[in-house]
Structures are given as C-alpha cells and as structure tokens.
C-alpha cells in the first residue's frame, strides 16, 4: 500500500556513474541513467524485445543499450536502434519523471502529468556551506511502515542501541506528539542527564567537555510519502537545551528517506546533517561510521519483527502512548493513499 503520485529518492548519482541502475521502487521495475546532455532518465526495466532487463545492458552516447541484443532505447522510453532491424514498429516503455536534486535522484512513481518538481521538499542542508552531510543506504526487508514507526518512536534506542546512543532516560521522558496538516511531529526532551558515546564523541569533536550533565532532545518530522527528519542534539545543561547558542551544544539532523521496494522490502537512505565542524572529513566519516553502526542494530531488528508478523498475521499489536507518532503517521499515509484511490477511480 503505498502512494505513487509523490516523490521518492530513488538512487544517489554514484550509483548511475556510467552505467545503468536496476530498482524496484513501489513494486515498479525501474532503470535509471544519464542521457546524452547529463541528465537522468528512468525508464521501465523491461526491453520490448524479449524482457530482458534493461539495466543488464550497458550506456552508449546517452542512449540504454540492451545487453541481450543490442537493442537501443532513448531517453525518452523509444527504440532509437537495432542491429540489422527496422525499429518504428517497436513499442516504447514507460517513462518515469525523474531529477536530480539535493544529491539525490528522485522519482515519481505515479501519474507522470501529475509530477512537479517543485514539490520534492526542501533540504535546506542539502549543499550548504554551513552544513557538512555523510550517509549510507541499506536494503531492508520490511514493510516501510516499520522503519516509519521505528523512527517516530525513539524509546527502542534504550535496548536496541544501548552502546551508543540509548539510556535509560529517554524511555523515562514522555513524548509528545502534534499532527499539523500532513506532517507529524514526536518530541522528548530530557534534562541534566549524561550524554550518552555517541553524543559524548561528538561533544568532543567540537572541544566541549563530555562528561558534565547536559540537557537533550529528538524531534521527529514525519512527512510523506515516508521522509523522516530528526533533530537531535545535546547542550551543557542550563545553556538553553535546544535553544542554547551553538557553542554551548552538538546538534545535528537525522535524513531518513524510505522508499519502498515491495511491500515487504525497502530502500532506506540514511544520513547526518551538521552544522558544526563543517570542514572535518575525518569527522564526516566517523558519524557515517558510527551512525550505519546504529542503522545496522535497526535493520536485524526490524527484519526479525517482520518475519513474525508474517509467521503471525492475524496476532492483534498493541497501541501505546510512546506508538503515537507512528500511528498518526499511518493515518496520514491512509487517509492520503485512499484519496488517491478515489481520484484515479474517478478519473478512469
């Protein structure tokens, strides 16, 4: 259940440098690559020859060449050539609105009429001077919605990330959850605690003592399709917590892109946006170290709760006040998913 007319980041640039890339994204088998002026181009995975997949060939002049005969499809999803064969009565495939924006490749699943770029969301991190962004990208065998739910609802820190970023008083803090139009938002703050190693590092990344009680905060954004922004951060307690001037704390933004595979798979960008020490690479890749550490603990658990719910399908789960954020996300995905529906019902 996923929705289609929305953006979705499908791929980072590396991963299309010279050569195609095969993916599945909302259940559709996608190819992406550059065409002849550089720029991207999704097309439907399938050769209207004999099925073959498209991203198994190889990129010439800008034009996906199809390494089981030879085949030549143009950017635009039209066969341009073919040894020794007349091509105007070959079937183009689909096209896929697709851009490069912010250091990603996103694309629109759904009604290609209906995509505007200017409604990929804002990043205001994203290539700033002032901020620094390392990140990763693991393929995780669960619904999305579990990794939306796993990331509204930080408590899980506590037990699944006890070495690094988990303690006992973020489950001791109650969170407090506001819906504001489609975008959903989980807080907790606590206060005069112990930062935890990962904070602690980071703290003294920026040459502040590590050691001294210190005032903390997530602040999860959900907005669709299945973003997830989160502010966290620490300050030196009684400098102001979240507010505190930015020498007195180390924040930063949690990047959670999930993009659906299947509906039982994903693609889960993920990644750190600070503002401090901009120009240390050393730092940059020590946090993506660190925090694909932490992601790891996240994927075993996530792809063991979803093999359950597949031994389990009919076991009722309870709802809990720390599970607000995750569900009144699920509510905005269905309230959105079925407005869809019912628009493309009408149309047809």
């Known amino acids: 259940m996923f929705l289609k007319d929305t953006w979705y980041v499908a791929c980072t640039p590396d991963e299309i440098e010279g050569k195609p890339l095969g993916r599945q994204i909302c259940g559709e088998r996608m190819v992406f690559f550059r065409d002849a002026s ?15 997949p498209l991203s198994l060939g190889t990129v010439r002049n800008g034009q996906l060449v199809c390494g089981y005969h030879g085949l030549t499809m ?21 096209r896929y609105p697709a851009v490069e924006r912010y250091g990603f490749i ?12 200017a409604a990929i969301p804002h990043l205001e991190w994203a290539g700033h001077p002032d901020w620094a962004y390392g990140g990763g990208l693991y393929h995780v065998k669960c619904d999305y919605r579990l990794m939306i739910d796993n990331l509204m609802d930080l408590t899980h820190e506590t037990y699944v990330h006890a070495t690094s970023i988990g303690q006992p008083e973020i489950e001791e803090a109650p969170p407090a959850t506001k819906v504001n139009g489609d975008t959903v938002t989980t ?28 005032d903390r905060w997530q ?5 669709p399709p299945s973003h997830v922004m989160i502010e966290v951060g620490v300050a030196h307690a009684g400098k102001g917590g979240y507010d505190a001037d930015a020498s007195d704390k180390a924040s930063s933004i949690v990047v959670d892109f999930i993009t659906p595979e299947t509906e039982t798979s994903i693609w889960y960008f993920w990644g750190m946006a600070r503002s401090f020490a901009v120009h240390d690479a050393a730092l940059t890749d020590s ?3 660190g925090q694909g550490k932490i992601f790891a603990e996240d994927l075993e658990m996530l792809e063991a709760q979803q093999r359950n719910l597949l031994a389990w399908p009919d076991r009722p789960l309870l709802k809990l006040n720390i599970d607000a954020g995750g569900v009144q996300s699920r509510r905005v995905l269905e309230r959105l998913i079925n407005e869809e529906r019912a628009a493309s019902a009408q149309a047809a």
């Open 38 to 52: 550089g720029s991207v181009a999704a097309l439907e995975d399938f050769c209207p020859h004999r099925g073959a």
């Open 74 to 94: 143009g950017a635009e999803g039209k066969c341009v050539s073919m040894p020794c064969q007349r091509v105007g009565g070959i079937p183009a495939v689909r």
């Open 106 to 117: 996103w694309v629109w699943p759904g009604d290609a009429d209906k995509a505007d770029p």
């Open 187 to 214: 807080s907790r703050f606590m206060h005069g605690i112990l930062p935890p190693p990962f904070w602690a590092a980071a703290l003294r990344a920026k040459g502040m003592a590590d050691n001294v009680p210190c």
């Open 219 to 223: 602040i999860c954004h959900f907005t």
């Open 287 to 289: 946090l993506r170290t």
